[in-house]
């Protein structure tokens, strides 16, 4: 599940915008983190990332809002899910 931040196109049919004011900080490791990393500044995300105890913290944060095209409904839902868990506000329009 990868989407990049984009601005709404004729082919997309739902729109997920979502933001995140204050710096978040999420645990994570090798290959998982690095593709938690690599989603997030693909979204437009401030990240910053560190190492100690044999695991990355991942910090990110997004002030301003941004939005997502995507082709369907479930798919959007996905996103919402994903960023809300991630601590995201998030605004979805059809």
Same mark, same amino acid.
């Given at each position: 599940?990868?989407?990049?931040?984009?601005?709404?196109?004729?082919?997309?049919?739902?729109?997920?915008?979502?933001?995140?004011?204050?710096?978040?900080?999420?645990?994570?490791?090798? =290959?998982? #983190?690095?593709?938690?990393?690599?989603? *997030? &500044? +693909? /979204?437009?995300? !401030?990240? @910053?990332?560190?190492?100690?105890?044999?695991?990355?913290?991942?910090?990110?944060?997004?002030?301003?809002?941004?939005?997502?095209?995507?082709?369907?409904? =479930?798919? #959007?839902?996905?996103?919402?899910?994903? *960023? &809300? +868990? /991630?601590?995201? !506000?998030? @605004?979805?329009?059809?």
């Amino acid at each position: 599940m990868l989407a990049k931040a984009a601005e709404p196109n004729t082919a997309a049919k739902e729109l997920v915008s979502y933001r995140l004011e204050k710096w978040k900080t999420t645990h994570s490791e090798g =290959e998982k #983190a690095d593709k938690l990393v690599g989603t *997030l &500044k +693909k /979204l437009r995300c !401030e990240v @910053k990332v560190g190492s100690h105890g044999g695991h990355m913290d991942v910090n990110y944060r997004c002030p301003k809002w941004q939005q997502m095209a995507l082709k369907s409904h =479930e798919e #959007a839902h996905q996103w919402e899910t994903w *960023l &809300k +868990k /991630l601590g995201f !506000e998030t @605004k979805h329009a059809h």
